[in-house]
Nanobody, 121 residues
Framework: QVQLMESGGGLVQAGGSLRLACAAS????????MTWYRQPTGKNRELVAR???????HYADDVKGRFTISIDKAKNMTFLQMNSLKPEDTALYYC???????????????WGQGTQVTVSS
């Protein structure tokens, strides 16, 4: 099996920073990309940032210039550095990864449990 575990969420004042981390563990053969999503209370889940195994990055328009995604391929981890946080960034942040487990040939989507980020005004 494969597991994703997020960490680093918390309460921060507007203008502050947080760094989220996501560790993928288990029977991993390869990772194609890792993605951060967020879901504000009562709203749909939305993509925040993605990084591929070739280090290509993609960001949602409202986080460009404020958030930075990175990857540690040796440790199967991704990080989301969030600066200049706004109250509207408040959400449950999920880690997602496209992973091929070592026990099969199929690529699958895996999800973490989420970590709460709350930005106070």
């Amino acid at each position: 099996q494969v597991q994703l575990m997020e960490s680093g969420g918390g309460l921060v004042q507007a203008g502050g920073s947080l760094r989220l981390a996501c560790a993928a563990s288990g029977s991993i053969f390869a990772i194609n990309y890792m993605t951060w999503y967020r879901q504000p209370t009562g709203k749909n889940r939305e993509l925040v940032a993605r990084i591929t195994h070739t280090d290509t990055t993609h960001y949602a328009d409202d986080v460009k210039g404020r958030f930075t995604i990175s990857i540690d391929k040796a440790k199967n981890m991704t990080f989301l550095q969030m600066n200049s946080l706004k109250p509207e960034d408040t959400a449950l942040y999920y880690c997602n990864a496209d992973i091929r487990p070592s026990y099969e040939r199929a690529w699958r989507d895996w999800w973490g449990q989420g970590t709460q980020v709350t930005v106070s005004s």
